[in-house]
T-cell receptor, first 114, second 115 residues
């Protein structure tokens, strides 16, 4: 079965710092990749997704992620974080032809300090 | 983006009773909905896939007789926790898949507390 690892469980940054959150998955076949964000007290929202094509994907709110197939990674980046980016971030993987099921990583809690 | 609602947002019940949670896609039709469980400081764990007009597909280790899922229409799926016990206390989240664009939209979750 596939699995998703997010190695950073808690990240604390100052405003304007750059962000990179790691995501690795274990599955040898074709996958779709997602990053979701959960702001405090709110529901999960899609930040960006990769299905095929350009491995550098741009999402909402200035986020981007790069799919590196050889490393089984899909790291999330943002050049300059804001206080409002404080949230929990989840990476998710979907196996193509696997019934549309998402497998989530354990999440990374990001706190941005003023 | 599309909106998915859940009702109730919070429920407290006594041990042994049953609780029904509704998940609705408000502005699109969803042939497939998913039910997740989220433990404190943990990831979302997929419980089952709910397909409109057919039986739900449960993940390994999830008791189908305890967590009854019904997907009676293209906009409504329900999860009934039967004979709830304190260990069933958790945050239950549903999602609905819109085929075009191919995206899952998540509900706000339901906090279940079983006393």
């Amino acid at each position: 079965a596939q699995s998703v690892s997010q190695h950073n469980h808690h990240v604390i940054l100052s405003e304007a710092a750059s962000l990179e959150l790691g995501c690795n998955y274990s599955y040898g076949g074709t996958v779709n990749l997602f990053w979701y964000v959960q702001y405090p007290g709110q529901h999960l929202q899609l930040l960006l997704k990769y299905f095929s094509g350009d491995p550098l994907v741009k999402g909402i709110k200035g986020f981007e992620a790069e799919f590196i197939k050889s490393k089984f990674s899909f790291n999330l980046r943002k050049p300059s974080v804001q206080w409002s980016d404080t949230a929990e971030y989840f990476c998710a993987v979907r196996i193509t032809g696997g019934g549309n099921k998402l497998t989530f990583g354990t999440g990374t809690q990001l706190k941005v300090e003023l | 983006g599309a909106v998915v609602s859940q009702h109730p947002s919070r429920v407290i019940c006594k041990s042994g009773t049953s609780v029904k949670i509704e998940c609705r896609s408000l502005d699109f039709q969803a042939t497939t909905m998913f039910w997740y469980r989220q433990f404190p400081k943990k990831s979302l764990m997929l419980m089952a896939t709910s397909n409109e007009g057919s039986k739900a597909t449960y993940e390994q280790g999830v008791e189908k007789d305890k967590f009854l899922i019904n997907h009676a229409s293209l906009t409504l799926s329900t999860l009934t926790v039967t004979s709830a016990h304190p260990e069933d206390s958790s945050f239950y989240i549903c999602s609905a898949r819109e085929s075009r664009p191919d995206t899952q939209y998540f509900g706000p979750g339901t906090r279940l507390t079983v006393l």
